[in-house]
Nanobody, 125 residues
Framework: QVHLVESGGGSVQAGGSLRLSCVGS????????MAWFRQAPGKEREGVAC???????SYADSVKGRFTASGDNARKTFYLQMNSLKPEDTAMYYC???????????????????WGQGTQVTVSS
């Protein structure tokens, strides 16, 4: 059974940085699309970044130039480097994975069938 576990969230002042990690288990590395989603209280969940094993990447306009997604497929570990954090980045962050993916990465929830439990990011002004 596939499991994803996020870590690295926390509290930081505006302008600071955090790196989220997402470690997978229960599967053999293969082609994938992997995405980071976030959900703030009272708001819909949004896909902020996605990557594939072959390097396709996409970012929401709100994080472009500040966030970088990366992955180590062999180690089944994925990262979201978040720089120049803003109070509006405060949310619960989730990683999501779909295996056997041979297209460009997706920031939509639809294709993802494996989800982590989330890690909280709080940015104070």
């Amino acid at each position: 059974q596939v499991h994803l576990v996020e870590s690295g969230g926390g509290s930081v002042q505006a302008g600071g940085s955090l790196r989220l990690s997402c470690v997978g288990s229960g599967y053999t590395p293969t082609t994938y699309s992997m995405a980071w989603f976030r959900q703030a209280p009272g708001k819909e969940r949004e896909g902020v970044a996605c990557i594939t094993d072959y390097g396709s990447a996409s970012y929401a306009d709100s994080v472009k130039g500040r966030f970088t997604a990366s992955g180590d497929n062999a180690r089944k570990t994925f990262y979201l480097q978040m720089n120049s954090l803003k109070p509006e980045d405060t949310a619960m962050y989730y990683c999501a994975l779909v295996l056997g993916w041979d297209a460009t990465c997706s920031r939509s929830e639809d294709p993802y069938n494996y989800w982590g439990q989330g890690t909280q990011v709080t940015v104070s002004s």
